[in-house]
């Protein structure tokens, strides 16, 4: 099997650029702690940023892994798209349900995000008033998980219709 760039369809790049962004999502600031009274914010600028704002490698497992995962997905998509045996055993279905999954975990990360912090941090942060928020690394990886699960969808419904069609005979060949 040898690669070619020019055989791997659009859908499979889209999955692949969403991973590969999603990726990228990891170093970007993931959750912030802010406050509604201007004397707590001011209080929360003065404290060195990484204990204000975190990204995916300092939160818990709901933010690094989802983008691990949709990177390697798309990886699988690009490298093995193009294989026919792959397709027909599956890939773009395989596709469509890690997409699904890694939504999934991107849900319960949103649900999960204070459990980053100790119980006696979360009732210091309730008592004070501050807020443990999200911030855009996980609004972007949460538009690339969107776009790589539209991306199968539209990739198993093609496959749908690949293996639907009808076979083209080989005319024989006389000898």
């Known amino acids: 099997m040898s690669f070619k760039v020019g055989s ?10 969403a991973g590969l962004l999603a990726a990228g999502t990891l ?9 509604a009274s ?23 497992f709901f933010a690094w892994c989802p983008p691990i995962l949709l990177f390697l997905t798309g990886l699988a998509v690009v490298l093995f798209g193009q ?8 890939l773009p279905a395989l596709w469509l349900v890690a997409a699904a ?19 006696e941090e979360r009732a210091l942060f309730e ?4 807020a443990i928020t999200p ?9 690339c998980t969107i776009v790589s699960l539209a991306a199968a969808i539209l990739d198993t419904r093609a496959a749908r219709e690949e293996y639907r069609a009808p076979k083209k005979k080989v005319p ?4």
């Open 27 to 35: 170093f970007l600031p993931w959750t912030t702690l802010s406050a």
């Open 135 to 143: 911030s855009y690394g996980r609004y972007l990886a949460l538009v």
């Open 172 to 175: 024989l060949k006389d000898s």
């Open 8 to 17: 791997v369809s659009w859908r499979e790049w889209v999955g692949f650029g």
């Open 101 to 119: 999954g890694n939504l999934l975990l991107m849900v319960a990360g949103w649900y999960a995000i204070g459990w980053q912090f100790g119980s």
């Open 127 to 130: 008592a004070g008033g501050i």
């Open 38 to 60: 201007t004397e707590i914010e001011s209080a929360l600028r003065s404290l060195p940023p990484s204990d204000v704002v975190r990204d995916a490698w300092k939160s818990d």
């Open 83 to 90: 294989v026919r045996k792959a397709r027909v055993s599956g």
